[in-house]
């Protein structure tokens, strides 16, 4: 494992744009986070949710993960290097298990970044526009265990979706493919979740879709009118991401390069 680890991190850090990705998820993250919490006022009661206005950024942030995740095992595919890579490390899964953890390390430490950036970049603002202790919202700090949740959670959501996406990739096996497969899960379920008319049913697509589901996790207010409880709901995308996982790894042991 040591060898494989050591190949798939070299790959990584020497491929073209991986770096730039990686940051370019952080700077929108903090970005767009920045700019929501901006434009968010106090307009009463105590129905706002400080916390995941602060961690809005990663509705966007996480695209340019799949994106990366994708183009992490897409590009070995597009270039015929896989072939090469599979000559080196004839133990499939165990070169699978090494590209999981090369992308998901990054993945951590970007998520770490930008989540730590944005709830920093919210504190301040929402505190000037209005969510402060006089209108019954503590001051944003990661030392209230729901915040907390919300943050860290939000960084184990990011992995899980650089998980989900490498998945797709090896199954797929073609960039362009799997980008758009992992999108339409992402945004485009939610928004057919959204046309139906069905009160329950489209509360259990919210309960089963891997966006809606996971992001369930930055809620700290009105907890119990979720569709689904934030662990439960970042389960249900691990739940995704392992599927994917195993789906992706049968194939790679059944399938030619």
């Known amino acids: 494992m040591k060898h494989a680890l050591h190949a798939e991190w070299t790959k990584l850090r020497t491929a073209s744009g991986s770096g730039l990705l990686v940051a370019a998820a952080v700077a929108l993250t903090?970005?767009?986070?920045?700019?929501?919490?901006?434009?968010?006022?106090?307009?009463g009661g105590t129905g706002q949710d400080p916390a995941k206005i602060s961690l809005s950024g990663i509705y966007l942030g996480q695209a340019v993960i799949a994106i990366f995740a994708v183009l992490a095992v897409g590009a070995e595919y597009s270039t015929g290097m896989i072939r090469t890579t599979l000559t080196a490390m004839p133990r499939r899964s165990m070169m699978l298990a090494a590209k999981a953890i090369v992308i998901t390390a990054p993945v951590l430490a970007a998520g770490l970044l930008a989540v730590l950036a944005s709830v920093l970049v919210g504190r301040?603002?929402?505190?000037?526009?209005?969510?402060?202790?006089?209108?019954?919202?503590?001051?944003?700090?990661?030392?209230?265990?729901?915040?907390?949740?919300?943050a860290g959670g939000s960084i184990l959501y990011l992995a899980l979706i650089a998980l989900l996406s490498?998945?797709?990739?090896?199954?797929?096996?073609?960039?362009?493919?799997?980008?758009?497969?992992?999108?339409a899960l992402l945004y485009l379920f939610p928004a057919?979740?959204?046309?139906?008319?069905?009160?329950h049913w489209y509360r259990h697509l919210q309960q089963i879709a891997p966006m809606t589901a996971g992001l369930a996790i930055q809620s700290t207010v009105n907890v119990h009118q979720l569709p689904i409880s934030p662990w439960a709901g970042l389960g249900v995308l691990a739940c995704w991401a392992t599927g994917a996982m195993l789906v992706g790894a049968l194939i790679l042991q059944l399938r030619d390069a």
Request: hydrophobic share 55%; charged share 5%.
């Open 30 to 43: 903090v970005a767009v986070s920045a700019a929501v919490a901006a434009g968010v006022t106090y307009t």
């Open 124 to 150: 301040v603002m929402l505190s000037g526009n209005g969510f402060t202790p006089a209108h019954g919202y503590p001051v944003l700090s990661l030392s209230r265990p729901s915040t907390l949740r919300a």
């Open 166 to 183: 490498l998945a797709i990739a090896v199954v797929l096996r073609d960039s362009a493919t799997a980008i758009g497969v992992v999108l």
């Open 192 to 199: 057919v979740a959204a046309a139906v008319t069905n009160v």
